[in-house]
């Protein structure tokens, strides 16, 4: 299984980016998929998440109303649109994909089975 995540770049506060995430190896359609991130010297946190067959969006209030996590299970890749990025979103953003998701601990990073190499996003003020 391989995640390749990509659209990550240098941008100013207030601007957006589409963060993607191509998967090769897994049943797709069947794998809940999310994006955690990890600013330097920190843990690494819940972003968003999406469950199999796109049923269902979940997202950390930091983010909630200005990033949208979707999925095409016809091109096995799931996407991250970030709008109004602020200086604090800085971070290197990973997708993580589940096979099999409790719903309770969506936002546990234990829950995912596999990892991309993450893709960095510098938001400058």
């Known amino acids: 299984v391989q995640l390749q995540a990509s659209g990550g770049g240098l941008v100013q506060a207030g601007d957006s980016l589409r963060l993607s995430c191509a998967t090769s190896g897994l049943t797709f359609r069947t794998a809940s998929m999310a994006w955690f991130r990890q600013a330097p010297g920190e843990e690494r946190v819940f972003v968003a998440a999406?469950?199999?067959?796109?049923?269902?969006?979940y997202y950390a209030d930091s983010v909630k109303g200005r990033f949208t996590m979707s999925r095409d299970n016809a091109k096995n890749t799931v996407y991250l649109q970030m709008n109004s990025l602020k200086p604090e979103d800085t971070s290197v953003y990973y997708c993580?994909?589940?096979?099999?998701?409790?719903?309770?601990?969506?936002?546990?990073?234990?829950?995912?089975?596999?990892w991309g190499q993450g893709t960095q996003v510098t938001v400058s003020s």
């Open positions: 999406i469950r199999r067959g796109g049923g269902g969006t």
């Open positions: 993580a994909a589940a096979t099999g998701l409790i719903l309770s601990a969506v936002r546990d990073r234990g829950q995912y089975d596999y």
